[in-house]
């Protein structure tokens, strides 16, 4: 919840290759007090299965940016063996894992605004954008 000297922050992850919430994804909250400053983990969660991050960690006062971490690599390795045991023919598709491990998503906030920020994902990009 934002204050007068705070802002907050909420995401989601929606897999558009399938369709669908990407679930069980680590998600790890940093944030700064300037441009200059030193980054400040704040801690993290995970996407529950409607892909949202519920129990982000507050921001601080003072925070200018925040950066989302989305270590990705081991909801599409997971998504991949999920796939080989229901359809084994399809072990040779050539994809190994992921090709971005991991998505990081660094924007300025101001004070007293929510900032809701969707990760739209597939295992071959990404697009980010500020929701509502």
């Known amino acids: 919840m934002s204050t007068e000297t705070t802002a907050s922050v909420s995401t989601h992850i929606l897999d558009t290759s399938v369709g669908r919430p990407a ?4 998600v790890r909250l940093a944030a700064r007090t300037g441009r200059e400053a030193d980054w400040q983990a704040l801690g ?19 925070t200018t940016h925040v950066r989302l971490d989305f270590a990705v690599e081991a909801y599409f390795e997971k998504k991949q063996a999920d796939a080989q ?5 399809n072990r040779d598709s050539g994809c190994v894992g992921a090709f971005f491990p ?3 998503i660094t924007f300025a906030v101001v004070p007293g605004e929510h900032f809701h920020v969707p990760l739209l994902l597939n295992p071959f990009g990404y697009s980010v954008y500020r929701g509502s």
Request: proline residues 10%; contains cysteine.
């Open 23 to 26: 679930g069980g994804v680590a």
């Open 44 to 62: 993290g969660s995970a996407t529950d299965a409607d892909g949202r991050c519920k129990d982000l960690p507050a921001l601080p006062a003072g």
């Open 85 to 89: 045991q229901d359809a084994p023919a």
């Open 102 to 104: 991991e998505v990081a």
